[in-house]
């Protein structure tokens, strides 16, 4: 059974930082695309990051872009989303992602494994 779970969240000042972690099971996605998304109530699921399983390259949405950081070990079986200079607006839950797939895509169409996410909230 694949599995991702996330864990990481939790509730920081603005201007703060959280390293969210997503630990893979069940299968192995050191070839495939992983990504990070998240949802604030009442909008939809937007776009956060992305690696690609090949090159290692990254992806970043224009309002996290300089501020975060996605990284993965896959002999740990995990990717990492390092937050920095945290926002309240980047209050939401936050979910990670796997294709099976090298290729990232920035769209949560194209992930085929989700986690149940993980909390993270910014106050001001």
């Known amino acids: 059974q694949v599995q991702l779970v996330e864990s990481g969240g939790g509730l920081v000042q603005a201007g703060g930082s959280l390293r969210l972690s997503c630990s893979t099971s069940?299968?192995?996605?050191?070839?495939?695309?992983m990504g990070w998304f998240r949802q604030a109530p009442g909008k939809e699921r937007e776009f956060v990051a992305a690696i690609s399983g090949s090159s290692g390259t990254t992806g970043y949405a224009d309002s996290v872009k300089g501020r975060f950081a996605i990284s993965r070990d896959d002999a740990k079986n995990t990717v990492y989303l390092q937050m920095n200079s945290l926002k309240p607006e980047d209050t939401a839950v936050y979910f990670c992602?796997?294709?099976?797939?090298?290729?990232?895509?920035?769209?949560?169409?194209?992930?085929?494994?989700w986690g149940q996410g993980t909390q993270v909230t910014v106050s001001s």
């Open positions: 069940g299968r192995t996605f050191s070839s495939s695309a």
């Open positions: 992602a796997a294709r099976a797939g090298p290729t990232a895509y920035y769209y949560p169409g194209a992930y085929y494994y």
